[in-house]
């Protein structure tokens, strides 16, 4: 459970970053790790944080998708450049499915095209040529016309339950800031780290 002066934190920052202009503000840096030990990154949206943790929504089938089935831990990075001298968050948590009634109150709230693409992608695999992606988004839509695109059950969301934060706060001559909070199970103690 992250504590409410975390949570507060990581929230001005974030409104912080959305008011200074930033194209994607919630955007953050997924890191997991295969069955084997290869470690993939990509970057996915944050669509929630609150006590529990931060959710993102995806394809169950994708790539990323697999490798947490492999192994739950990962790690989120947000970097906010045009903030305060340059903002870093980091997470590093156990990763999880949310519940069907969350990822379907999250899809219904999609743009309609947002909503075909996800029956349409079979994302990660190999698509032999665009136009096979572009029949396949004519398919559902002509599949769903006229009534509700109704959630796909190879697409929802993750909640990443953290144990480990850190912020680090740009400064002028390298005198950058770093705290890191760690979660004990029933506590959170807070260290500062040199830069
Ligand atoms: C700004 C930005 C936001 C993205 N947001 C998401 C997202 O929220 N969910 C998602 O599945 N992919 C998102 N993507 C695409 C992913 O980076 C990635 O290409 C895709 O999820 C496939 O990753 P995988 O093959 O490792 O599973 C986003 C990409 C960018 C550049």
């Not at 993939?40 to 929630?48: E, N, P």
């Not at 993102?56 to 305060?84: D, M």
């Not at 040529?129 to 796909?152: I, L, N, S």
């Amino acid at each position: 459970m992250l504590t409410p002066e975390i949570l507060d934190t990581f929230r001005g920052l974030l409104d912080e970053a959305r008011a200074s202009g930033d194209r994607e503000p919630t955007a953050m840096n997924l890191a997991t790790v295969d069955g084997t030990g290869r470690v993939h990154s990509r970057i996915v949206l944050l669509k929630a944080i609150d006590e529990l943790g931060l959710r993102f929504f995806t394809n169950y089938e994708s790539a990323k998708a697999g490798e947490i089935a492999e192994h739950k831990q990962v790690a989120l990075c947000f970097h906010w450049k045009q903030i305060r001298e340059g903002i870093q968050v980091r997470f590093e948590g156990r990763a999880s499915k949310v519940g069907d009634a969350e990822s379907d109150a999250y899809f219904a709230s999609r743009p309609r095209g947002s909503q075909i693409g996800a029956w349409a992608s079979k994302q990660s695999q190999e698509l032999p040529d665009r136009q096979t992606f572009e029949e396949r988004v004519a398919h559902f839509e002509k599949e769903f016309a006229g009534r509700d695109v109704t959630r796909p059950p190879h697409w929802g969301g993750y909640l990443v339950e953290p144990d480990r934060i850190e912020f680090w706060y740009g400064a002028t001559f390298r005198l950058h800031e770093r705290i890191v909070h760690t979660d004990h199970g029933t506590s959170w103690t807070s260290r500062l780290l040199y830069p």
